[in-house]
Nanobody, 125 residues
Framework: QVQLAESGGGLVQAGDSLRLSCTTS????????MGWFRQAPGKEREFVATVTRGGGTTYYGDSVKGRFTISRDNAKNTVYLQMNSLKPEDTAVYYC??????????????????WGQGTQVTVSS
């Protein structure tokens, strides 16, 4: 069983930065495609970013492109989301997810097999 735990969320002002971390229990973490999603109250879960197994390829949702960066450290079983120039519309619960049976990245929720419990990010104007 794979377990994921997010950390690093909090309350910040517009224009500030945060870095989220997600630590994964799986011993074969380096074989997982990893992703970040977010969900605001009353809205559907939205794709944010994904990174391939070796970290060589990344893909971002249009709303965060140019501001957010996903990366991974396979030696630490950890994936990161660096969030810069935060806006109030970035306010949401952020989830990390693992796709254990794919060889390429995906923006589809159905591609991911395991999910963390989420961490709250609140951006005030």
């Amino acid at each position: 069983q794979v377990q994921l735990a997010e950390s690093g969320g909090g309350l910040v002002q517009a224009g500030d930065s945060l870095r989220l971390s997600c630590t994964t229990s799986g011993r074969t973490f380096s074989t997982y495609v990893m992703g970040w999603f977010r969900q605001a109250p009353g809205k559907e879960r939205e794709f944010v970013a994904t990174v391939t197994r070796g970290g060589g390829t990344t893909y971002y949702g249009d709303s965060v492109k140019g501001r957010f960066t996903i990366s991974r450290d396979n030696a630490k079983n950890t994936v990161y989301l660096q969030m810069n120039s935060l806006k109030p519309e970035d306010t949401a619960v952020y989830y990390c997810a693992a796709d254990i049976d794919s060889s390429s990245y995906s923006s589809r929720l159905s591609s991911y097999d395991y999910w963390g419990q989420g961490t709250q990010v609140t951006v005030s104007s």
